[in-house]
């Protein structure tokens, strides 16, 4: 059964950042620049956090605006990109209505959540979820 990547309270956030090393580190990149999730502030401690990260669209706009069908939706919600057809026109940046697609300016094409869950396991606070879903 397919899974799902959720930010279950934000309110809980302390901006650490953990959950991004995690998901860089996929990558094998030791920094921030390649995590398909991010964490900004919105006014430090007081004011908290936001996090940023793929919502899995059941009809993802990232894809069909893709001219290669680079990104193929996956079961469950979200997609798939098959980097070897990606001409890294950004496209798919500009229609995710949340912009939780993050691009790496050194390969010139996007990174977006496969909803693997690895980050769920770095979130000490417990800001981030891993379910099942139907698919």
């Not at 309270?9 to 991010?38: H, N, P, Y």
């Not at 009809?59 to 798939?80: E, M, Q």
């Amino acid at each position: 059964m397919p899974h799902r990547l959720s930010v279950v309270d934000t309110e809980k956030c302390v901006g650490c950042q953990l959950c991004m090393f995690a998901c860089a580190r996929r990558f094998g990149d030791g920094g921030l620049a390649k995590s398909a999730i991010q964490v900004r502030s919105v006014g430090g401690i007081e004011r908290g956090f936001v996090v940023v990260v793929c919502r899995a669209c059941s009809d993802p706009p990232c894809a069909s605006v893709c001219p290669t069908n680079a990104l193929k939706p996956r079961k469950g919600g979200g997609v798939i990109v098959d980097y070897s057809k990606c001409i890294g026109c950004g496209m798919c940046r500009s229609a995710c209505p949340i912009g939780a697609i993050v691009w790496d300016e050194e390969s010139n094409k996007p990174i977006i959540c496969v909803h693997c869950g690895y980050c769920v396991n770095y979130c000490v606070h417990e800001v981030l979820a891993l379910t099942e879903v139907e698919g």
